[in-house]
């Protein structure tokens, strides 16, 4: 058992305690003096809020928006998974998420969703996917292509053909616009090799936007479109 | 629509993708703030970011109010695995940040919640600058060092009873000092 501390033995481990600085087994000492201590237990929130303040001071640095994007991307995959939870599900869960999609993961998000369709169809158990036509904006006038939303309505795959190769400091980012709104980023075109076609898995229900667009942005994506509209489609019945 | 963080924990509580994504808006640039000046590495930096809050939608329900605000629960998460990863001990379980078992509730009311998006970086950084130099560095060394008190004993040549001394009455003084630029009614020990 951990030696009985004082109020102020616990204080300074306290301190010790939110700046991460304790010794192994100070921790027991500290939990069983602010147990019964009315004194020194709230200070313990105190001292973690204080030194957390502490990063206000730092020159903060934005994370680039692929950050939020692979984030997003894992949490919602997760989160359909968790709904339904077929093998094709934890296939997309299973994506690595840590450097974005790879152009393999795309690829086999893709075959995992196709196959799920062809899955959930066979079954014939639930609503259809749907499927929205996307065309080239007049800076890349031949693009073709399409975004299907999946039967669960939480995730859509964008496929397009026709796209210009682009240069290796850019990349083709995906927004999804509401009707009087601003544009929101949700997911990079990565191409495949094998067909020249591009694809992008958008996670979340495309309810409440009215259109799907790409541009041309830096490495990395912007945290609004700043290059080229190349494609859109609108989200509705044609 | 603004969240307050007591609608943001519920939504994390309820295991809702819009919760994570309110929480990385809300604290995201800082975690990550955090994690590049433990690291100095961008790409090490994403990876801890990212792990941080796929551990909180994944585990979900680990935030307890009485334990600082969830500004400071995010912090303290980021921090940890920031550190794990510099000590390249990434399969160490972090004993301060516990990882699963209470529910979620709620925070109270909380004045240095109101504390943190009240002050600007430069109120901070000067509270920071009136701490003497060695109070300054040994909490440094510790919060984005990842040291122990041993180690900053060590490394600063002092005995560890000054090491202790020097992070309390630091953060004592923090705690006053950002206290009263905001005239908060906190009463001090």
């Known amino acids: 058992m951990a030696d009985a501390v004082n109020c102020d033995e616990a204080q300074d481990l306290l301190a010790l305690d939110a700046v991460g600085a304790l010794e192994p087994g100070e921790r027991a000492q500290i939990e069983r003096h602010t147990a019964t201590c009315p004194t020194c237990a709230p200070l313990a929130a105190q001292y973690v809020d204080v030194v957390s303040l502490m990063s206000a001071a730092l020159e903060p640095v934005p994370p680039p928006a692929r950050l939020r994007r692979n984030l997003m991307a894992q949490v919602y995959a997760e989160a359909s998974a968790a709904e339904t939870n077929p093998w094709w599900r934890r296939l997309v869960a299973a994506i690595p998420a840590s450097r974005g999609m790879t152009v393999l993961g795309v690829a086999a998000v893709a075959a995992a969703v196709i196959l799920g369709f062809w899955g959930v169809a066979g079954r014939g158990s639930a609503a259809a996917p749907i499927t929205y036509v996307v065309s080239g904006s007049t800076s890349q006038p031949l693009v073709t292509g399409s975004v299907t939303l999946d039967s669960a309505r939480t995730q859509a795959v964008l496929t397009v053909h026709g796209l210009a190769p682009l240069p290796a400091s850019e990349v083709y980012e995906v927004w999804l616009i509401p009707a009087d709104g601003t544009p929101t980023g949700v997911a990079f075109l990565s191409p495949d090799p094998a067909d020249h076609d591009w694809t992008a898995v958008v996670n979340g229900s495309l309810e409440r936007f009215e259109t799907i667009a790409a541009t041309n942005e830096p490495v990395g994506g912007s945290s609004a479109p700043t290059g080229s509209q190349v494609l859109s489609g609108h989200l509705g019945p044609s | ?189």
Request: proline content about 4%; aromatic content about 6%; glycine content about 8%.
């Open chain 2, 1 to 189: 629509m603004h969240l307050t963080d007591d609608d943001i924990i519920r939504s994390i509580s309820a295991h809702s993708p819009e919760g994570i994504e309110a929480l990385y808006d809300r604290y995201g640039g800082l975690a990550h703030t955090v994690a590049l000046r433990i690291l100095a590495d961008r790409g090490a930096a994403e990876d801890v970011v990212q792990e941080s809050f796929l551990a909180v939608w994944r585990r979900g329900s680990t935030f307890q109010p009485g334990r600082g605000s969830l500004r400071s629960w995010v912090c303290t998460i980021v921090r940890n695995r920031a550190i794990d990863r510099l000590r390249g001990d990434l399969h160490r379980t972090r004993l301060d940040t516990p990882i699963e078992g209470q529910t979620i509730e709620p925070a109270v009311t909380d004045p240095w919640a109101a504390v943190a998006l009240e002050l600007s970086g430069e109120e901070v950084r000067k509270a920071l600058a009136e701490l003497p130099l060695e109070q300054r560095q040994t909490i440094e060394l510790a919060y984005y060092g990842g040291y122990s008190q041993s180690e900053i004993a060590t490394k600063m040549e002092v005995p560890l009873g000054t090491v202790k001394g020097r992070v309390r009455i630091a953060l004592d003084k923090l705690r006053a000092s950002l206290a009263d630029r905001l005239e908060a009614p906190w009463q001090m020990q």
